[in-house]
């Protein structure tokens, strides 16, 4: 069973441009999370989709948003890079109903804002 | 203040010890508790998973969570050097959407042989 794939693995980008990532999810899960993780941060949530409808949003500027397709596939984009973009993404996706509760991270896209 | 604090360390202990990890956290409605692994360059492992108050355990991990003083636990017994990874905590809420949890920003542990 294929695990979340998420495009690119790395990424490299100058300021003020903007940048959309990409997370297949597990195939049969309706749910996709976005997070960004930076060293002094940690994990913070971006935001949640489910059925291509946003559920929950976290406390990030207008810049980023998101969007997800039919299929569950779920893009995230980024416009007017700053410099504290510069973050691991990670997308993680879920089968509504778990009761093992736990979502499956993908290895997530390195975004370089120089 | 973050409603999840954890110390980043970074841990580092001889092979065979016992690794103590620990969260606090601020928000009393929190009601499921999870330990991650993050190996490096790699994405976050669900480890162990907990529903309220209590212990579990799932070989050499044993997950503990106490609700009245706000406090979790990861304990790795016979550690060895295939666990040196981060270890996050994470927690949901019974009211928010599924996907919504909250993180501590990991322990770094090195396991050395």
């Known amino acids: 069973k294929a695990g979340v794939t998420q495009t690119p693995r790395y990424l490299i980008k100058t300021r003020g441009q903007q940048v959309t990532l990409s997370c297949s999810p597990i195939s049969g899960h309706r749910s996709v999370s976005w997070y960004q993780q930076t060293p002094g941060q940690g994990l913070q949530f971006l935001f949640e989709?489910?059925?291509?409808?946003?559920?929950n949003k976290g406390n990030f500027p207008g810049r980023f948003s998101g969007r997800q397709f039919s299929n569950s596939r779920s893009e995230m984009n980024v416009s007017t890079l700053e410099l504290g973009d510069s973050a691991l993404y990670l997308c993680?996706?879920?089968?509504?109903?778990?009761?093992?509760?736990?979502?499956?991270f993908g290895s997530g896209t390195r975004l370089t804002v120089v | 203040q973050k409603e999840v604090e954890q110390d980043p360390g970074p841990l580092s202990v001889p092979e065979g010890a016992i690794v103590s990890l620990n969260c606090t956290y601020s928000?009393?409605?929190?009601?499921?508790f999870m330990w991650y692994r993050q190996y490096s360059r790699k994405g976050p492992e669900l480890l162990m998973y907990t529903y309220s108050s209590g212990n579990k355990e799932d070989g050499r991990f044993t997950a503990q969570v106490d609700k009245s003083s706000k406090y979790i636990s990861l304990f790795i017994r016979d550690s060895q050097p295939s666990d040196s990874a981060t270890y996050l905590c994470a927690m949901k809420d019974r009211g928010s959407t599924l996907g919504r949890l909250y993180f501590g920003r990991g322990t770094q542990l090195t396991v050395w042989p």
């Open positions: 989709y489910f059925s291509e409808t946003q559920r």
């Open positions: 993680a996706s879920s089968s509504t109903g778990t009761i093992n509760y736990g979502y499956t």
């Open positions: 928000n009393s409605a929190f009601q499921y």
